[in-house]
């Protein structure tokens, strides 16, 4: 199977399995006239990626969760899917206090023909000032 056939297969993009090639995150093996060959182990791996990758896992910790599925146990990977857990709960936290944020600009903001608008002053301060909340 070329790689279009196993970008269609496998629902990751060509460009996107290239990409994975190149930091060595898959490995098919190429034909004389240098075309790669893709099997059953490569689309399976390619899925794989692809579903880590819809979930948020870092590209190292896909080629970690691929090592571990040659050799890992359930506590190996139970421990780098809590580690990402609590990226994700971070960042939604994150993303909590920004709408906080700008819940509050626009809230503040009357939005009519005037020049004066919080939401402006508050995108003019310094990104490490404190925001109004």
């Not at 880590?52 to 190292?60: D, H, M, Q, T, Y």
């Not at 857990?85 to 700008?102: H, Q």
């Not at 939401?119 to 909340?133: E, V, Y």
Request: proline content about 4%; overall charge neutral.
């Amino acid at each position: 199977m070329n790689i279009s056939e196993a970008a269609a297969e496998s629902g990751v993009p060509a460009k996107t399995i290239r990409y994975y090639e190149d930091i060595g995150l898959v490995r098919p093996p190429r034909l004389a006239n240098g075309y790669r060959v893709f099997g059953a182990a490569e689309l399976a791996a390619l899925a794989f990626i692809g579903r880590a990758r819809s979930l948020g896992f870092s590209v190292e910790d896909c080629r970690t969760l691929l090592a571990l599925e040659q050799g890992g146990t359930s506590h190996d990977v139970k421990v780098i899917a809590e580690e990402h857990l609590t990226r994700i709960a971070a960042k939604i936290a994150e993303l909590e206090a920004m709408r906080g944020t700008l819940k509050a600009l626009v809230s503040r903001c009357r939005g009519d023909d005037g020049a004066d608008c919080p939401i402006m002053d508050d995108l003019r301060r310094p990104a490490h000032a404190t925001h109004a909340a």
